[in-house]
Nanobody, 124 residues
Framework: QVQLVESGGGSVQAGGSLRLSCAAS????????MGWFRQAPGKEREGVAA????????YYADSVKGRFTISQDNAKNTVYLQMNSLKPEDTAMYFC?????????????????WGQGTQVTVSS
């Protein structure tokens, strides 16, 4: 059974940093994407970043380019999201997802596995 467990969320002031982790168990990396999504109250779920586990290519939403970095540690079966220069508009529940399509990494409905989410709150 595949399980994704996120950690690392919390509350920070604007300009601060957080690193989210997504530990995967029962899941084997293959030619697909692992992604981070977020959802704020009253808003749609949006793709933040994704990484192609077969080769390491990364993808980012325009709103986080230059501030967030996604990476993977294959030995630990873990994907990270380093978030710097955080803004209040980054406040949301962040979800890790696995087994997503490379060609349309933003399509949250095409990912097969999801974590429970971790809250990120950025105050001004």
């Amino acid at each position: 059974q595949v399980q994704l467990v996120e950690s690392g969320g919390g509350s920070v002031q604007a300009g601060g940093s957080l690193r989210l982790s997504c530990a995967a168990s029962g899941y084997t990396y293959s030619s697909n994407c692992m992604g981070w999504f977020r959802q704020a109250p009253g808003k749609e779920r949006e793709g933040v970043a994704a990484i192609y586990t077969g080769g390491g290519s990364t993808y980012y939403a325009d709103s986080v380019k230059g501030r967030f970095t996604i990476s993977q540690d294959n030995a630990k079966n873990t994907v990270y999201l380093q978030m710097n220069s955080l803004k209040p508009e980054d406040t949301a529940m962040y979800f890790c997802a696995a087994d997503g399509p490379v060609g349309s990494w933003r399509r949250w409905d095409e990912y097969n596995y999801w974590g429970q989410g971790t809250q990120v709150t950025v105050s001004s």
